[in-house]
T-cell receptor, first 112, second 113 residues
Framework: QKEVEQNSGPLSVPEGAIASLNCTYS??????FFWYRQYSGKSPELIMF????GDKEDGRFTAQLNKASQYVSLLIRDSQPSDSATYLC????????????FGSGTKLNVKP | EADIYQTPRYLVIGTGKKITLECSQT?????MYWYQQDPGMELHLIHY???????EKGDLSSESTVSRIRTEHFPLTLESARPSHTSQYLC????????????FGQGTRLTVV
C-alpha cells in the first residue's frame, strides 16, 4: 500500500472555477501534510501545509485536513491558466525519521 | 538569499563513468534528502541525512552513495553510471519543525548513454 494516494487526473476546470484536489494517506502517525506544485520539467514548489484538523486558507488556496478519514484536500479558487501544473500531496512522518512521502500527483489543466 | 542549489542542472555522460551530483543549501537545515523522479512519475526517496556524518538509505534502493561532511553540503555519487540511472535527481532540505516542508533544489537531469 502506498503511503500517499492521489488521483492522477487530469483534472480539467474552466478559468475562474474552483479546482478540488484530493489525497489520502495510510499512516495514522503522519503529522504534517503539504501541497506542492510542480510545473513540467521543474522541481516541486511548496504552496501549503497543514497539521491541524480543519481548514487553512492562504490567498486563493485552502487546505483541508480530516485525520479521522486520513484525507487531505486542496481547493484552488478563481483558477487561472497559470495554475495548470501537477499538484503533489506529501506527508511528513515525524516518528519515522522525519521522512517526507509524496503522492504521484494530480495533473490540473485550467482552460482559458 | 537562503536557498538550495544543485549542480549540474543537466548531465549527459557515458556508461561506466563516475559522477557526483552536488547539492548545497544556505538555510542552515539539518535534514537533507535525495529524491529520484522519472518524467511524469512520483518522487522516490533514495537517501536522507539528519546532520553531519549521518546518512541513511531511503525506501527506493539505489546504487548511489551520499556523504554529509558539512551541514550545508550533501553530494550524491554514482561510481559507475549505467543507462538505468537516467532520471531526474532532486535534492531537498528541511528543518526539524513539523510545520515546515521540504524545500527543493532545481534538480539534476542525468542521462547516461
Amino acid at each position: 500500500q502506498k503511503e500517499v494516494e492521489q488521483n492522477s487526473g487530469p483534472l480539467s476546470v474552466p478559468e475562474g472555477a474552483i479546482a478540488s484536489l484530493n489525497c489520502t494517506y495510510s499512516d495514522r502517525g503522519s503529522q504534517s501534510f503539504f501541497w506542492y506544485r510542480q510545473y513540467s520539467g521543474k522541481s516541486p514548489e511548496l504552496i501549503m501545509f497543514i497539521y491541524s484538523n480543519g481548514d487553512k486558507e492562504d490567498g486563493r488556496f485552502t487546505a483541508q485536513l480530516n485525520k479521522a478519514s486520513q484525507y487531505v484536500s486542496l481547493l484552488i479558487r478563481d483558477s487561472q491558466p497559470s495554475d495548470s501544473a501537477t499538484y503533489l500531496c506529501a506527508v511528513r512522518q515525524v516518528d519515522n525519521f522525519n521522512k517526507f512521502y509524496f503522492g504521484s500527483g494530480t495533473k490540473l489543466n485550467v482552460k482559458p | 538569499e537562503a536557498d538550495i542549489y544543485q549542480t549540474p542542472r543537466y548531465l549527459v555522460i557515458g556508461t561506466g563513468k563516475k559522477i557526483t551530483l552536488e547539492c548545497s543549501q544556505t538555510m542552515g537545515h539539518d535534514k537533507m534528502y535525495w529524491y529520484q523522479q522519472d518524467p511524469g512519475m512520483e518522487l522516490h526517496l533514495i537517501h536522507y541525512s539528519y546532520g553531519v556524518n549521518s546518512t541513511e538509505k531511503g525506501d527506493l534502493s539505489s546504487e548511489s552513495t551520499v556523504s554529509r561532511i558539512r551541514t550545508e553540503h550533501f553530494p550524491l555519487t554514482l561510481e559507475s553510471a549505467r543507462p538505468s540511472h537516467t532520471s531526474q535527481y532532486l535534492c531537498a532540505s528541511s528543518e526539524w519543525n513539523r510545520g515546515t516542508g521540504a524545500f527543493f533544489g532545481q534538480g539534476t537531469r542525468l542521462t547516461v548513454v
